[in-house]
């Protein structure tokens, strides 16, 4: 059976996913604000913790992605490329290190769920948009002084988050709550009921290759909402840090183990 990812076939041409690396280029809104540690603490699983500074630091990121294999044969197929996201950055400490880790994240697409799967990302499936830029000025921003960009979030019929970001001048960086090795959990539910899950893993991961387009920063206005099925809310706004828009190009190759974790230590 052939098929990097489920279904598994004699040809592997049914696979949701090819094999990485997988390429990615986008546009990132990322908004930075602090809230309480301990509800940052509560989304960390041993044997992470907090972060020994700034520990109340989140960054929710929204991005527009094209995205394919090394055959690149998705971009001539772009419903198989394109697709959008909003994830919820923290970060924690591992063995004296500190790390980015992704509690919340939402796509559009059943093969970006697939690789979130592979790759520890907790992805469920919503609604994300945000505003594109476009060099001619008539119906788009442009990503310099005075250019305003919108995002919005939702999942399963109810508005999760929103923002408005107004640039103002460029940045050295696109925020530093996402800058960091990625510590993520790999798990799978025992198949019996009531058992303990049959595998959990700790792994790290990050960019393989990176390019970025100059950084810009700028006043920003952050709303998140209540929902029956989300927590997002719970990481509630105590005061914004920044908002910062960028270009980016990215590719994945895999990632290590950091642990193989027990029953007892979740």
């Not at 041993?46 to 090394?70: F, K, Y």
């Not at 960086?173 to 058992?195: D, L, Q």
């Not at 927590?231 to 910062?244: C, D, T």
């Amino acid at each position: 059976m052939k098929g990097f990812f489920y279904p598994r076939t004699a040809s592997g041409g049914s696979s949701l996913i090819p094999a990485p690396p997988w390429h990615y280029s986008g546009d990132l809104l990322t908004v930075e604000y602090r809230t309480d540690p301990a509800r940052v603490a509560e989304l960390l699983p041993a044997p992470l913790r907090l972060a020994p500074n700034d520990p109340g630091a989140v960054a929710l990121i929204w991005a527009d992605w094209q995205s394919c294999s090394s055959s690149r044969e998705e971009l001539l197929d772009p419903v198989r490329s394109q697709y959008k996201e909003a994830f919820v950055v923290v970060r924690c400490s591992f063995e004296g290190q500190t790390y980015s880790r992704c509690v919340y994240i939402w796509v559009d697409k059943d093969f970006a769920v697939a690789r979130g799967l592979h790759q520890g990302y907790p992805k469920k499936l919503g609604s994300m948009w945000q505003t594109r830029p476009h060099p001619f000025a008539q119906a788009a921003p442009q990503i310099g002084p005075g250019g305003v960009f919108g995002a919005t979030l939702a999942a399963g019929d109810r508005r999760l988050a929103e923002a408005v970001l107004t640039l103002r001048s460029e940045s050295a960086t696109n925020g530093f709550v996402n800058g960091h090795p990625m510590a993520h959990h790999r798990f799978f539910p025992g198949i019996e009921k009531g058992s303990p899950d049959a595998y959990v893993e700790l792994i790290r991961s990050g960019a393989a290759a990176f390019e970025g387009g100059q950084a810009w920063s700028g006043d920003v206005e952050l709303r998140l909402f209540d929902s029956p099925t989300e927590e997002l809310a719970r990481l509630e706004i105590h005061e914004i840090i920044g908002g910062y828009y960028r270009q980016v190009g990215v590719v994945w190759d895999g990632g290590q183990t950091l642990a193989v974790v027990g029953k007892d230590e979740e």
